[in-house]
T-cell receptor, first 113, second 116 residues
Framework: DADVTQTPRNRITKTGKRIMLECSQTKGHDRMYWYRQDPGLGLRLIYY???????NKGEISDGYSVSRQAQAKFSLSLESAIPNQTALYFC????????????FGPGTRLTVL | GENVEQHPSTLSVQEGDSAVIKCTYSDSASNYFPWYKQELGKGPQLIIDIRSNVGEKKDQRIAVTLNKTAKHFSLHITETQPEDSAVYFC???????????????FGQGTILTVHP
């Protein structure tokens, strides 16, 4: 969905490096999410934010941190990357209220050597 | 927390056949159940959803059924076409305890292949 963009789309890095993945959206949504996708494990929630001042841990937040710089921007950081963080990462957004649909970005493929 | 189990992990059908993917959930308070389709190189996209006050919903060749008592829901695709080949995810929406905020828990995904 072009309304949700992620940068970079692909990244190869080494163990111990700090990495930042960025997400921007033009949908005007308050809620933003970071997921990780691994084969056979589906999509697992890392962090989520319901507005600029709200940050919440998901089910697999260890080793990750986030920053909500503005309504439209939500960044995910790996402070010291390790090989088992190699995965496909997705950012998503949703509106508030009774509409629960989430809109996903195109994903970032991260490889940690 | 919520736990969503999805089966099968892979499904191969001939063009024109039907495909069924099943999910179970654990939290009886979950009230919204979407299905997402992920095509190669893209992010997941919502294809159909159902709320807990409805037992079945159809949209052309796809339908979703919900059994709240048994806590399971299923995706049905009829007259499958090669372009239906993708990864499909089910999910359940549940509220954070004591709040009006909620989040989705996804199943493990099903790789559907439709052979011409």
């Amino acid at each position: 969905d072009a309304d949700v963009t992620q940068t970079p789309r692909n990244r190869i890095t080494k163990t111990g490096k700090r990495i930042m993945l960025e997400c921007s959206q033009t949908k005007g949504h308050d809620r933003m999410y970071w997921y990780r996708q691994d084969p056979g494990l589906g999509l697992r929630l890392i962090y989520y934010s319901f507005d600029v001042k709200d940050i919440n841990k998901g089910e697999i937040s260890d080793g990750y941190s986030v920053s909500r710089q503005a309504q439209a921007k939500f960044s995910l950081s790996l402070e010291s990357a390790i090989p088992n963080q190699t995965a496909l990462y997705f950012c998503a957004t949703s509106d508030w209220g009774g509409n629960y649909e989430q809109f996903f970005g195109p994903g970032t493929r991260l490889t940690v050597l | 927390g919520e736990n969503v189990e999805q089966h099968p992990s892979t499904l191969s059908v001939q063009e024109g056949d039907s495909a069924v993917i099943k999910c179970t959930y654990s939290d009886s308070a979950s009230n919204y159940f979407p299905w997402y389709k992920q095509e190669l190189g893209k992010g997941p996209q919502l294809i159909i959803d159902i709320r807990s006050n409805v037992g079945e919903k159809k949209d052309q060749r796809i339908a979703v059924t919900l059994n709240k008592t048994a806590k399971h829901f299923s995706l049905h695709i009829t007259e499958t076409q090669p372009e239906d080949s993708a990864v499909y995810f089910c999910a359940a929406y549940h509220f954070r305890s004591g709040t009006s905020y909620g989040k989705l828990t996804f199943g493990q995904g099903t790789i559907l292949t439709v052979h011409p």
